[in-house]
C-alpha cells in the first residue's frame, strides 16, 4: 500500500499545477476586473503592483479549514517585498482512541515560509514548513509511522483578494510529508488583509 501512494504521487502533482495555473489565470482575471476603478488608472482600495504600498509588509489574518494543521488554524502571515511570506498559525488535529467513544483533539503550531507569485488581486503561493503536534500522542498522529513531533508540510494555494485591505480567499493543496511517507490533503481560508503593519 505505502509503494503505491509512492510511485503514483509524482503521476497527478503535473495535472494539479497546471489546473491551478488555470485557475488562477482566470478567477485572478476576474477580481482584478471587479475592484473599482479611479480616475487615475487605480483602483479605490487596491495598490497598483509598482506601487509603495504594495512594497510595504502587510498581514493577513485568517481561519483555515483542513489544511496545513490537518483539521482546522487560525493563522497570521506576513508578505514582505510583495513576495515574500511567512506564516504562523494555531490549530488542532482530531482523533479517536480505541479505548474512547468520543473524538479526541490535539492543539498544534504551524510554521511555514514562502514565496507568491503573481499580484495584488491573485496569486499563486508556494510554501514548505512543519507542523508541531503539542499533544502527548503525536506517535503515528497525521503520518502513519511518523514518531515525531514536527511533521513537515508544504501548499500550493490559489490566494485571491481584489482589496486592500479587504477580504481573502485561498484554496490549497496542503500535504503532509516524510522521508517514508506522504499524505495528500488539502484546505479552505478566509481572512482578512491589511494595508499595512508600519
Not at 479549514?65 to 508578505?79: F, L
Not at 511570506?85 to 482530531?94: A, E, Q, V
Not at 514518531?147 to 481584489?162: E, H, I
Request: charged content about 15%; some cysteine.
Amino acid at each position: 500500500m505505502e509503494q503505491s501512494v509512492h510511485t503514483g504521487r509524482g503521476g497527478y502533482m503535473l495535472p494539479l499545477l497546471i489546473a491551478l495555473l488555470m485557475m488562477h489565470a482566470l478567477i485572478g482575471r476576474a477580481f482584478a476586473q471587479a475592484a473599482p476603478q479611479l480616475p487615475g488608472g487605480g483602483s479605490n482600495g487596491r495598490v497598483t503592483s509598482g506601487g509603495s504600498q504594495w512594497q510595504e509588509p502587510r498581514a493577513t489574518l485568517y481561519l483555515e479549514m483542513g489544511g496545513n494543521a490537518a483539521a482546522a488554524s487560525v493563522n497570521a502571515d506576513v508578505v514582505m517585498r510583495k513576495h515574500y511570506f511567512t506564516r504562523f498559525g494555531l490549530g488542532f488535529n482530531y482523533r479517536m482512541p480505541y479505548e474512547f467513544e468520543t473524538l479526541v483533539c490535539d492543539g498544534e503550531l504551524v510554521a511555514m515560509a514562502g514565496y507568491l507569485f503573481g499580484g495584488e488581486a491573485s496569486s499563486l503561493e508556494m510554501g514548505i514548513g512543519t507542523v508541531v503536534d503539542m499533544s502527548t500522542h503525536y506517535r503515528n498522529a497525521i503520518l502513519d509511522g511518523n514518531n515525531s513531533r514536527f511533521k513537515p508540510t508544504g501548499t500550493l494555494a490559489l490566494r485571491f483578494q481584489s482589496m486592500v485591505p479587504g477580504a481573502m480567499i485561498r484554496l490549497a493543496y496542503t500535504p503532509f510529508f516524510d522521508a517514508s511517507h506522504w499524505r495528500n490533503w488539502c484546505g479552505f481560508s478566509v481572512g482578512f488583509s491589511l494595508r499595512s503593519i508600519r
